[in-house]
């Protein structure tokens, strides 16, 4: 019974995390003909109907710029969601250890219930950015507690690098799904649709946590130790090499999935549909990544540190290619290698994030996938507002040479984390309370039901 409820906790956390990544692409292909619906262009994104038919299925992940104070306005609107989540995730990972991981994750899915609600009934651009600094909101309780929650349920290897694993493969496919999905959605039946089907599917998923783990009856958190706060966290210097890593290799995707689709028209001219299906192919790579990261990782756990290295080295290399492509199927290759590098990196470096908590620290995680979460959200809040800056002021080419430098440099740093395998745990107020004997008549019937 406690498998099973561990496995549907498991599919509540992977929904969760699919969804906010889809809320968080779903609106590249409503964004232009909103702005033109808005500034009398045509289009018709006001009104939730149908609009014109010459918008591409498969659109770019980002929205081209439609003019200096537009684009402006776009990067901004991208970028809030992940700046607000970069201030809230401190306070909701002190919050996470204190109160526990269901609690927090049904209030992050009611928060983004009520963000993609938002989105779909939006008139104008003030409530655009309302809506989706809301989901940052919600992302910052929902994705921080749903990964916390996973680590605590799969406490040993390597059941917790397979369930980390494919919670990673779930926001891959929601971010590189939701473009064609909104895309299709909006061209057939409009632009509130794939808001509503969004928020009826967070709406189940919520309901199905409050079957599963009711945060009120959540009774055996008063037993928990207090977590490590999390300045201690930051601090420390393991942790510290993960989260700079973290970042580092997600800078790439962050800085290309704003500027990639303008380098493709004007270098090579490329076609609507390629530019739309430039970053669908990454999703398999990625997979595979995952797997195989995960296959390794369970027959050579003291080699993680050696898998997230390889990772950035191959993200490096392959952010050094991009620029020298010529056309679409030559690009669709280094941007597999970058995905491929980034799920190496995740897949290794997210569980030795717990590891490290259970051996240095107390085994209470909301603050340190805080600071995880922390990491992915200085390299998405600066991707659609800094990049384009970049690429004006110096050029695509030398964007993409920093980022592989900078990845390729980092990979020796993670020769830090070498001997973290051969760490002893702590003996932390948990364990010591496990390993202690039942001393009396309700203790020993406590500890027979904990049994059964």
């Given at each position: 019974?406690?498998?099973?409820?561990?496995?549907?906790?498991?599919?509540?956390?992977?929904?969760?995390?699919?969804?906010?990544?889809?809320?968080?692409?779903?609106?590249?292909?409503?964004?232009?003909e909103y702005f033109a619906a808005v500034h009398g262009g045509g289009g018709g994104g006001g009104d939730g109907e149908s609009g014109g038919g010459n918008r591409s299925l498969l659109p770019a992940r980002y929205p081209p710029p439609t003019g200096d104070n537009e684009d402006v306005?776009?990067?901004?609107?991208?970028?809030?969601?992940?700046?607000?989540?970069?201030?809230?995730?401190?306070?909701?990972?002190?919050?996470?250890?204190?109160?526990?991981?269901?609690?927090?994750?049904?209030?992050?899915?009611?928060?983004?219930?009520?963000?993609?609600?938002?989105?779909?009934?939006?008139?104008?651009?003030?409530?655009?950015?309302?809506?989706?600094?809301?989901?940052?909101?919600?992302?910052?309780?929902?994705?921080?507690?749903?990964?916390?929650?996973?680590?605590?349920?799969?406490?040993?290897?390597?059941?917790?690098?397979?369930?980390?694993?494919?919670?990673?493969?779930?926001?891959?496919?929601?971010?590189?799904?939701?473009?064609?999905?909104?895309?299709?959605?909006?061209?057939?039946?409009?632009?509130?649709?794939?808001?509503?089907?969004?928020?009826?599917?967070?709406?189940?998923?919520?309901?199905?946590?409050?079957?599963?783990?009711?945060?009120?009856?959540?009774?055996?958190?008063?037993?928990?130790?207090?977590g490590t706060p999390i300045h201690r966290l930051m601090v420390d210097p393991y942790i510290a090499v993960v989260a700079g890593a973290l970042a580092t290799c997600n800078i790439p995707l962050a800085f290309l999935e704003p500027t990639i689709a303008n380098w493709m028209k004007e270098?090579?001219?490329?076609?609507?549909?390629?530019?739309?299906?430039?970053?669908?192919?990454?999703?398999?790579?990625?997979?595979?990544?995952?797997?195989?990261?995960?296959?390794?990782?369970?027959?050579?756990?003291?080699?993680?540190?050696?898998?997230?290295?390889?990772?950035?080295?191959?993200?490096?290399?392959?952010?050094?290619?991009?620029?020298?492509?010529?056309?679409?199927?030559?690009?669709?290759?280094?941007?597999?290698?970058?995905?491929?590098?980034?799920?190496?990196?995740?897949?290794?470096?997210?569980?030795?994030?717990?590891f490290l908590v259970d051996v240095r620290h107390v085994s209470v995680y909301g603050s340190v996938y805080a600071i995880a979460d922390i990491s992915y959200c200085v390299a998405y809040a600066l991707g659609p507002v800094v990049a384009g800056q970049i690429v004006h002021t110096m050029?695509?080419?030398?964007?993409?040479?920093?980022?592989?430098?900078?990845?390729?440099?980092?990979?020796?740093?993670?020769?830090?984390?070498?001997?973290?395998?051969?760490?002893?745990?702590?003996?932390?107020?948990?364990?010591?309370?496990?390993?202690?004997?039942?001393?009396?008549?309700?203790?020993?019937?406590?500890?027979?039901?904990?049994?059964?």
């Open positions: 019974e406690a498998r099973r409820q561990r496995r549907l906790l498991l599919a509540v956390v992977c929904v969760a995390l699919l969804l906010d990544n889809m809320l968080y692409m779903v609106i590249v292909p409503i964004i232009p306005q776009i990067g901004v609107l991208f970028a809030s969601k992940a700046m607000l989540q970069l201030l809230v995730n401190p306070l909701s990972g002190t919050i996470i250890d204190r109160v526990g991981y269901e609690a927090p994750l049904l209030a992050g899915l009611a928060i983004m219930f009520l963000s993609t609600t938002t989105f779909a009934f939006a008139g104008n651009y003030a409530t655009l950015f309302a809506a989706r600094s809301l989901q940052g909101l919600g992302s910052a309780f929902a994705d921080t507690a749903g990964i916390a929650l996973i680590a605590d349920r799969y406490a040993e290897e390597p059941a917790r690098s397979r369930a980390l694993g494919t919670a990673l493969a779930c926001i891959s496919f929601g971010s590189l799904a939701a473009p064609p999905f909104g895309g299709v959605l909006y061209e057939f039946a409009g632009k509130r649709v794939p808001f509503l089907v969004l928020a009826c599917v967070c709406l189940l998923d919520g309901l199905l946590l409050l079957a599963l783990a009711p945060p009120c009856a959540a009774g055996a958190r008063a037993n928990m130790p207090v270098s090579m001219g490329a076609s609507e549909w390629e530019v739309g299906l430039t970053w669908l192919p990454a999703f398999f790579p990625h997979v595979l990544g995952v797997y195989v990261t995960v296959r390794l990782a369970a027959a050579y756990p003291h080699l993680q540190w050696f898998y997230g290295a390889l990772g950035m080295a191959i993200i490096g290399a392959s952010s050094c290619l991009v620029p020298a492509c010529r056309n679409f199927w030559q690009v669709i290759i280094p941007l597999c290698g970058i995905c491929f590098g980034i799920a190496l990196v995740d897949t290794a470096l997210l569980p030795t994030l717990a050029g695509f080419a030398q964007l993409n040479l920093g980022m592989g430098l900078a990845n390729v440099l980092y990979a020796p740093v993670l020769l830090f984390l070498k001997n973290v395998c051969q760490m002893k745990p702590s003996h932390s107020e948990r364990n010591i309370l496990l390993e202690e004997g039942p001393k009396g008549l309700y203790d020993t019937i406590k500890m027979e039901e904990r049994k059964g």
